[in-house]
């Protein structure tokens, strides 16, 4: 790891973590976990809903879970990776994460969607420029924008606006959201070397992903603004 | 209804149901409702399964129902029609279907799927050719073969074919799927004219209708077959 910040520099013709780089299957085979774990999620959680037509919205979120998955699958099979078995190692902390932040309504559900799509996001689109082309290609496309996002806002931000006791509760809720997913993904990087060896490569050194946290937590605070929490 | 049967006539250019036929509408919305009851019962089944590579193909195949709604929802507003008034009045009777016919296993999950798939499939393939171009063509796309078949006839196949409680099990159970199949359609024909008249006059006659109603049957005992039951 170098003192200084090759992902800073984005007019290096040379990426800071190579394709071959043994946690390019990681990141591929968590993001491909997570996809998988949100489905579920969002499949249970749309019976919460109060209508069909948010059932249907949250069956639409999840079958573009799914479609991103099937991007994951084809491109760690290129690679010459099964994608179960390399998704086995993180199971537990993505089950872990979603069983600890359980959400009791449909407001609750919503808040998740939003908020936690929008941290993993952050994260994995501040790597994506220091990742080989096509490894980077495969990142955006798994994170693009399915377009529900503003959805959520109107509904959350109608019922937080006239309700002052569930705007306290969905604020609590949006910080235990991000509270628990610093814990699974630190248990992450402590269990994959390999993981946190490219994240270091693609932040640059420990300095690097402190800043990336810090702009992690930062657009964390902008959505929880847009949902006028 | 006539007493010749057009549907039978495939070189005819004139459609034996046009397009303004508001039939269409009920046809569409009542494909559409199977699409998101057929998505939330493939991801609470899936809970089922006993291998996470089960999961993933439960889940493969709901994302692929959400597709199909899209395209309804797409055909229907193009119609002027929006989706939720249009699914309404056949919510209760594929809600009644489900319900009767939950199942408690893996297996006869896999089962109903395959089954339950393949009779609507039969159903929609014989009208669609009695239908204008563009509605045919709206039918055909939600009926592919979205290629997860095979799956669910190895595994069920491969269950069977060891454990004879179980083929007589399974093979009850298929025959209970078409029963309750019939019986939610009638119950939906005697409720929707526009429904019933778009099948008589894309079948000919009642005469039409009871050849197809038999050719079903045949499409029943032939996947059974497949299945090993």
Chains 1, 2 share one sequence.
Not at 32 to 58: C, D, H, M, N, W
Not at 92 to 118: C, I, N, Q
């Amino acid at each position: 790891m170098g003192v200084e910040s090759p992902a800073a520099d984005v007019s290096s013709s040379e990426p800071a973590v190579p394709a071959e780089h043994p946690g390019v299957n990681d990141l591929f085979a968590v993001l491909a976990y997570g996809e998988i774990s949100a489905f579920y999620r969002l499949a249970q959680e749309a019976a919460l809903s109060p209508t069909l037509s948010g059932k249907v919205l949250a069956a639409k979120m999840a079958a573009a879970e799914m479609n991103h998955f099937r991007t994951l699958e084809v491109a760690l099979a290129e690679r010459g990776v099964d994608v179960y078995a390399a998704m086995d190692p993180f199971i537990r902390a993505l089950d872990d994460y979603h069983a600890s932040t359980d959400p009791s309504t449909w407001l609750e559900s919503m808040v998740k969607f939003y908020v936690g799509d929008g941290i993993a996001a952050d994260f994995y689109t501040e790597i994506a420029g220091s990742l080989p082309t096509e490894v980077g290609a495969v990142v955006r496309d798994v994170l693009a924008e399915t377009g529900h996002s503003q959805f959520v806002v109107d509904e959350v931000r109608n019922a937080v606006q006239e309700n002052r006791s569930e705007r306290d509760r969905l604020t609590l809720w949006g910080r235990r959201l991000l509270g628990e997913a610093i814990t699974q993904a630190q248990y992450v990087m402590a269990q994959r070397d390999d993981l946190t060896e490219l994240v270091l490569s693609a932040t640059g050194d420990l300095n690097g992903m402190a800043k990336l946290i810090e702009r992690m937590q930062a657009g964390h605070a902008a959505r929880m603004s847009a949902l006028g929490l």
